[in-house]
């Protein structure tokens, strides 16, 4: 299935559980211990922005993270514009950016944060999320392919103990070093 059509299907799942954070769910801790859910938002956010680039075959810049005030439009119009970046010709093919890696790869990572941050924000806000079957099957390959690079490279921990009846996705959460049942 074309990257595109997975990330739109992310962008599905992604938007109502942002849709549904109030004001009052800013401070709140998230699955991701240096980001309350105000800093998730704007990293989601800025990744949404910067991976457009990336598809352009242009240099990202991920040093620093600006604050996205106006987060509830944006995410909608950054999310449908990664969407259609990653859908033009040439996009999967080659090397992306200054991240000198696969553009197919890279553009999987911008599926994979997609889906996983918006289940970090899902758990910090008490709402349910499941990713698509097809989303979640090309996350997981991605997850098992630069598994032992992301921890090396601190994007993920190590892996954390799933329990025995973890669903697949929990399974997931907890090979990126998550604790997939996670709660405040």
């Not at 999310?79 to 259609?84: C, E, I, T």
Request: net charge negative.
């Amino acid at each position: 299935m074309k990257l595109s059509v997975l990330l739109d299907r992310a962008r599905d799942h992604a938007l109502p559980v942002i849709a549904n954070i109030t004001d009052d769910d800013l401070a709140k801790p998230t699955p991701c211990a240096d980001y309350d859910v105000r800093a998730l938002l704007d990293h989601l956010l800025h990744v949404i922005v910067e991976f457009q680039k990336l598809a352009a075959k242009q240099d990202a810049d991920f040093s620093h993270t600006p604050s996205y005030p106006d987060w509830r439009s944006q995410y909608p119009a950054e999310s449908a514009k990664l969407v259609d970046a990653w859908a033009q010709p040439g996009a999967t093919e080659g090397i992306s950016g200054s991240m000198q890696m696969p553009a197919q790869t890279v553009g999987g990572m911008a599926l994979l944060d997609l889906t996983v941050h918006a289940s970090d924000l899902a758990q910090a806000t008490g709402q349910r999320f499941e990713p698509d079957p097809e989303v979640f099957a090309e996350v997981a390959g991605l997850v098992a392919q630069m598994g032992p690079m992301a921890v090396e490279w601190k994007v993920f921990k190590e892996s954390a103990e799933a329990p025995a009846d973890a669903s697949p996705f929990e399974q997931l959460l907890a090979t990126t070093g998550r604790d997939p049942r996670w709660s405040a």
